[in-house]
């Protein structure tokens, strides 16, 4: 003797009703044709989201193959200098040139767009392009050291002596002899380029969501 079991009531994934599944359609998810077109009309906005996500996707893919390194070292280099200046921001650093402190410098310098801090590369990209993805070659300066206006600078030194005397007295003699060098030539790859842009991105991310729940 089969035995069947009493059939279940189901609940409508639209509509929320309760119904009876027609026997050839057991497995039915909606009440009915009703349900099932509003079903079918939300998968195909669903599809249709999709594919223009996957679209902007691709022109941006398309497009970046055609950008120069130059363009992608230019991103990779902003990248380590927003996060080492808000790494030494948040350890509570001041400017490395004229050692004036977060407060001292929010408290007497006027606002600035992009704000009173910039990461400050210690030798210059220009002079030492083989530092140029070098993080401990950038250290917290205050705007107005970083622009070279040496108003701040200790008496009888220029913002770079002044730079590299705190540099020196913080992180130690060796640091500093190392940056100046001799270093290789480096030639990074596209690519290379890139995953250190999005290292960094990624590190600042973690660092700001940290704060976020400091
Ligand atoms: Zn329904
Ligand atoms: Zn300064």
Request: charged fraction near 30%; glycine fraction near 10%; aromatic fraction near 6%.
């Amino acid at each position: 003797m089969i035995q069947t079991k009493p059939p279940k009531l189901k609940v409508c994934k639209v509509c929320e009703c309760n119904f009876l599944a027609p026997p050839g359609l057991l497995r039915a998810k909606v009440c009915g044709p009703v349900c099932a077109g509003k079903i079918g009309r939300a998968q195909r906005i669903k599809a249709e989201k999709a594919r223009l996500v996957r679209e902007k996707r691709e022109t941006r893919e398309k497009l970046s193959i055609l950008k120069p390194r130059g363009y992608w070292l230019a991103r990779a280099k902003k990248a380590i200098q927003q996060f080492r200046r808000l790494e030494e921001l948040a350890k509570g650093r001041g400017c490395m040139s004229c050692g004036r402190s977060q407060e001292e410098v929010t408290g007497t310098d006027s606002w600035k767009p992009g704000g009173l801090w910039d990461g400050g590369h210690f030798l210059s990209k220009g002079a030492r392009p083989e530092l140029a993805l070098e993080p401990l070659n950038i250290w917290l300066q205050c705007k107005s050291c970083n622009g070279g206006s040496g108003k701040y600078a200790r008496k009888g030194y220029t913002v770079n002596q002044s730079f590299e005397a705190n540099l020196i007295a913080q992180e130690g003699a060796e640091l500093v002899e190392w940056l100046k060098g001799p270093h290789e030539a480096k030639h990074y790859e596209t690519d290379e380029i890139k995953s250190i842009e999005a290292t960094y991105t990624a590190k600042t991310k973690e660092l700001k969501a940290r704060q976020a729940h400091a």
